[in-house]
């Protein structure tokens, strides 16, 4: 039996034998997976999930010794992705019955209390997450935040047309501009999302 | 819509991002962005530029339908708009710095200066560096005792927490001793006087199950009930049943987090004319573990009061 360790050990030195790359190659193909599972409709709490899943298949199949004809990583990590991701659909169809269950319990009273409490649970957190916001811009480099502000300002970094003319007006070469525009953005979303989660930990 | 004359290659992308292209071709370009760090680094610009399109009602009416049809429906979707909003809402709540141009900060400090112009910086930057010393000097005493001060009152906060705590157990009965410490001080519970029970799972019809006498005056119970499950999302469904089976409420929470591990619940149910009998609750959620429907029952029982 090839445990969860042996498989990621033995899927490191498939990707590279430079640990340091095998790594950085892992972060990303984990980061596409992720991302390929949400735009397919997969519910949050689960991407992480199906990612870890597809990895640890690949690396139990390369412990066991079986032999991958395909010698791109990222290819087969794909193709392996979409066995993990069917398996899902199926197991989330098995489980409509059980679905159907919690709905049972639905009375109108309990219609009611659920969306009072969805409500307010939305507007909790998008309090916590305008919070987040603020705490994440006032992290920015100057430079970063008072671009951000000046392209959102009147939307001027928006459209086309007027991105061009943005990019003049702020020294910026406007491909360079879109570029570092969605880095600051990266950054921000992976702070938020961090403070998020830290905030409700302490919850 | 013009799309910000995007070239083909965005276009595919929107496309993608959509729910435009066909099944096959959809497959494909995932494939293409898996082998290809930069498409995929292109994708997730699009996306962006996409999602604050449409935050910022750019989108003409047949994408925007087409974004919401398929863009938003997904959870990842919803996310990316929560999160575009929330960015729009705090830049917008400023007006934004004069756009400076790019030009290397030390060209802009010392490019147009002569050499006696840098001799007397150099002197100003001696005196700023020797105050900057002493302010270090002062801000570590300072700190030094703006801890002890923290400290204090710290001590202070957890010694009035405790008198509170101990007010409360004398004003509401607790039949178990309280295995659940809340993370937080509960917010005080006006006019109401309520039983309180820290039960476990799994006391159903076990002779643990908490027991509570009759008072007068009490008007509700207040339910601590530990899981043994973490709850998907954290969300989970309280149900409260009176002696005569008839259900007394529901509650949709959240579970919190014991500081000894595991989570547990709290409900607050209101009652007038609290009889004495069989309680019986039960907490529905699913299991962070397995995606199951989990129902633990509990119960609690009011005895009459001593004649």
């Given amino acids: ?203 | 819509m013009n799309f910000w004359n995007y070239n083909q290659s965005e276009r595919e992308t929107v496309g993608y991002l959509l729910g435009d292209l066909p099944e096959d071709k959809m497959t494909e370009f995932e494939m293409r962005y898996f082998s290809d760090d930069e498409l995929f680094d292109h994708m997730l610009m699009v996306k962006h530029e996409l999602v604050d399109a449409y935050v910022r009602r750019h989108l003409d009416a047949e994408t925007h339908e087409k974004f919401e049809r398929h863009f938003l429906a997904t959870p990842g979707g919803q996310q990316e708009v929560a999160f575009a909003s929330a960015l729009r809402e705090k830049l917008n709540q400023t007006q934004p710095a004069p756009a400076k141009p790019q030009t290397s900060r030390w060209l802009k400090l010392f490019g147009a200066w002569s050499w006696p112009e840098f001799g007397l910086a150099a002197a100003t930057l001696l005196l700023v560096a020797i105050g900057f010393g002493w302010l270090v000097i002062q801000n570590r005493k300072l700190n030094h005792e703006l801890a002890s001060a923290r400290a204090e009152r710290e001590a202070e906060s957890k010694q009035n927490e405790q008198l509170r705590e101990t007010l409360a157990q004398l004003t509401a009965p607790t039949p178990t001793p309280s295995i659940i410490a809340p993370q937080q001080p509960e917010p005080p519970i006006q006019n109401d006087r309520l039983y309180a029970f820290n039960i476990r799972p799994n006391t159903k019809g076990s002779s643990d199950s908490p027991t509570a006498k009759t008072e007068t005056g009490m008007n509700g119970v207040r339910l601590k009930l530990e899981l043994n499950f973490k709850p998907v999302e954290l969300r989970c469904l309280v149900e409260l049943k009176a002696p005569n089976g008839a259900t007394i409420g529901r509650q949709r929470l959240r579970a919190r987090s014991l500081p000894q591990g595991g989570y547990y619940v709290q409900a607050d149910f209101r009652m007038e004319n609290l009889k004495a009998g069989k309680y019986e609750a039960t907490v529905t959620g699913r299991d962070v573990d397995d995606n199951q429907q989990r129902t633990i029952p509990y119960s609690f029982t009011i005895e009459p009061k001593d004649q």
């Fill in chain 1, 1 to 203: 039996m090839i445990d969860h360790r042996d498989a990621l050990e033995t899927l490191l030195s498939w990707l590279s034998p430079d640990k340091d790359q095998a790594g950085q190659i892992y972060e990303r193909l984990r980061r596409k997976l992720i991302e390929m599972f949400a735009r397919r409709g997969v519910p949050t709490l689960f991407w992480h999930e199906l990612a870890d899943e597809t990895l640890d298949r690949i690396g139990r199949k390369l412990a066991e010794g079986e032999t991958i004809h395909n010698p791109e990583p990222m290819a087969y990590a794909f193709g392996v992705s979409q066995f993990v991701l069917s398996e899902f659909w199926r197991r989330q169809r098995r489980r409509v019955g059980s679905e159907t269950q919690l709905d049972d319990l639905s009375s109108r009273d309990l219609i009611e209390i659920a969306a009072k409490d969805g409500l307010r649970e939305e507007r909790q957190e998008k309090e916590l997450r305008l919070e987040c916001m603020d705490a994440a811009l006032k992290t920015l480099q100057p430079e970063d935040e008072s671009l951000m502000r000046a392209c959102h300002h009147d939307d001027l970094c928006q459209q086309t047309a007027n991105r061009r003319q943005a990019a003049e007006r702020l020294n910026w070469e406007e491909n360079s501009l879109r570029v570092h525009l969605h880095r600051i953005r990266l950054t921000l979303q992976r702070k938020v999302r961090a403070c998020i989660e830290r905030r409700q930990r302490n919850l």
